[in-house]
């Protein structure tokens, strides 16, 4: 563990968790438990002990449950492992990234899902945007995709490659960023807004974009059979995982 004194987080979870109740009952997705563990808590540990010490956590204001947790236990956990977790509540949404515009920080905030699960070593991505003087950082990751029909490679006419049913493994977003202040600088005050959006306006903007590729384990985490899933490959992964 490395104290990351210059660098803060903001974990999102602005959400009101509509796909996850429809399917596993009527607790926020930052309270679902995977293993026994609410994934805020696996969340919070995961960024405290990777070095992090100012945490946020962005919370829709409807979610009265979620805030009395954060309040209750998450500020107790958080000061136990030497940090601070403070709430940010959105009294409208802000999309995916728009919280980052109302969060004081110093030189780099990491931008994390309450939804996703991963190991991605979060200290080599920050250093990583360090090093490529970047106003953005998006941490991706090879995401297998079935392809659920024949493929076939043609010359012309002629069919040269006949594959059944292969597996793509295009290179998808981590959901996890960091942005420097002229990434933050681009969004407007209470503006609900996407990270591919910002992406968009960071790039028009002529700042530097960069990816950090990583092989670690993620998981998107948003209905009963993905925590199922999630649930599958923490019990069979050896070290630590959020």
């Known amino acids: 563990m490395r104290a990351l004194t210059d660098s803060d987080v903001l974990i999102m979870a602005g959400g009101r968790s509509q796909r996850m109740r429809r399917s596993a009952g009527a607790a926020h997705k930052a309270l679902v438990s995977v293993l026994g563990v609410p994934m805020i808590e696996r969340n919070l540990r995961y960024v405290l002990e990777s070095g992090f010490r100012n945490v946020v956590v962005a919370i829709n204001a409807l979610e009265t449950e979620l805030a009395a947790y954060l309040e209750r236990v998450a500020s107790d956990l958080a000061r136990s492992l030497g940090g601070r977790c403070e709430t940010l509540i959105e009294d409208r949404p802000l999309g995916t990234i728009g919280a980052a515009r109302e969060v004081q920080f110093k030189d780099a905030l990491l931008v994390v899902n309450v939804d996703n699960l991963t190991a991605l070593s979060l200290t080599a991505l920050l250093d990583h945007h360090r090093r490529a003087e970047a106003a953005m950082t998006i941490?991706?990751?090879?995401?297998?995709?079935p392809f659920d029909f024949g493929e076939l490679t043609i010359a012309g006419d002629r069919v040269?490659?006949?594959r059944e049913k292969p597996v793509r493994h295009p290179l998808a977003s981590s959901g996890t960023y960091v942005l420097?202040?002229?990434a933050v600088e681009c969004i407007e005050r209470n503006e609900s807004l996407g990270a591919p959006a910002l992406f968009e306006r960071v790039n028009r903007r002529g700042l530097r974009v960069a990816a950090y590729e990583h092989d670690g384990l993620w998981i998107d985490v948003n209905d009963r059979v993905s925590v199922e899933r999630a649930e599958i490959l923490l019990a069979s992964r050896d070290g630590p995982t959020q």
């Open 180 to 182: 420097s202040h002229a």
């Open 139 to 145: 941490a991706a990751h090879r995401e297998p995709l």
């Open 160 to 162: 040269v490659e006949y």
